[in-house]
């Protein structure tokens, strides 16, 4: 029997669990009301209940729509929104962390932890770890097209599958963890012509490097306390003529960003 977290809000005449969390996510990745509904599998009259339901329950708009005809118009999460969806995938993911650390006492009583649990964190290799929000998503039949805000001056995109989309519960507002493997990050020099490059291009200064007898490693600051760390090759670098403080473009591809959420 699998046994999984799940966090539930219930009002004196009415309760919200992940099912209708899935919702308000859709809505904001969707941007409407009828294509959340599509996304969840509701109809679109059943979705409107259900956002009219979760506004009663919490006691303020948690989307905000508009009219616009026989497709619904468009809506948006609002900050009570987001801060609803947020806070659901916290408490949930701190009941999974309390379950592994009982999964000792489960053996042998025919229970066993899901996987699948919303919230569950690993331990990542990547020394990447860019904290940013969800500032825009586009999505098609299999990908998603994601955009976060770092800080004012860094702005990341990662392109991942829709299902992981769903998943993660992303939509504009939410926060999110951007992970990079350093290997997969380039360098070019920031003096000159500006670097062609398909994907991300963030500008920056370089601020440490260690180098090593195959591979030299890069920190970059690109601002407001942010870094990215790249592993270079050492004749590489040393063809570059790189110096602390030297302005620096980092680069990367959008498919080797991964996506997380607390």
């Keep these: 029997m699998q046994v999984h977290a799940s966090v539930a809000f219930e009002g004196r005449h009415s309760v919200?669990?992940?099912?209708?969390?899935?919702?308000?996510?859709?809505?904001?990745?969707?941007?409407?009301?009828?294509?959340?509904?599509?996304?969840?599998g509701l109809s679109y009259k059943a979705a409107w209940d259900a956002i009219d339901g979760l506004n009663a329950l919490f006691g303020r708009p948690?989307?905000?729509?508009?009219?616009?005809?026989?497709?619904?118009?468009?809506?948006?999460?609002?900050?009570?929104?987001?801060?609803?969806?947020?806070?659901?995938?916290?408490?949930?993911?701190?009941?999974?962390?309390?379950?592994?650390?009982?999964?000792?006492?489960?053996?042998?009583?025919g229970l066993a932890l899901s996987n699948s649990a919303p919230g569950f964190?690993?331990?990542?290799?990547?020394?990447?770890?860019?904290?940013?929000?969800?500032?825009?998503?586009?999505?098609?039949?299999?990908?998603?097209?994601?955009?976060?805000?770092?800080?004012?001056?860094?702005?990341?995109?990662?392109?991942?599958t829709?299902?992981?989309?769903?998943?993660?519960?992303?939509?504009p507002g939410r926060d999110v963890v951007a992970l990079i493997k350093a290997s997969l990050i380039e360098v070019a020099s920031g003096r000159g012509a500006r670097p062609a490059a398909r994907g991300n291009r963030i500008g920056g200064t370089l601020v440490r490097k260690e180098a090593g007898a195959q591979d030299t490693e890069l920190i970059v600051d690109v601002g407001a306390r942010a870094q990215?760390?790249?592993t270079v090759k050492t004749p590489q670098v040393k063809a570059m003529r790189l110096k602390n403080r030297d302005p620096v473009w980092?680069?990367?591809?959008?498919?080797?960003?991964?996506l997380a959420v607390g």
């Design 16 to 40: 919200a669990g992940r099912d209708r969390i899935r919702l308000l996510e859709a809505v904001g990745r969707e941007g409407s009301i009828s294509g959340a509904a599509r996304a969840v």
């Design 62 to 109: 948690l989307v905000e729509a508009r009219s616009g005809g026989a497709r619904g118009g468009g809506a948006q999460l609002t900050a009570s929104g987001i801060r609803v969806v947020e806070a659901l995938t916290r408490l949930e993911g701190e009941l999974t962390r309390a379950l592994l650390r009982l999964k000792p006492d489960l053996r042998g009583s």
């Design 121 to 160: 964190m690993l331990r990542t290799s990547a020394r990447n770890a860019l904290h940013g929000v969800v500032t825009g998503i586009k999505t098609d039949a299999v990908s998603a097209h994601v955009v976060l805000a770092i800080n004012p001056r860094a702005t990341v995109h990662s392109i991942i």
């Design 162 to 171: 829709r299902q992981s989309a769903d998943e993660l519960g992303l939509c």
């Design 228 to 230: 990215l760390v790249a």
């Design 250 to 258: 980092a680069m990367f591809d959008p498919r080797h960003v991964i």
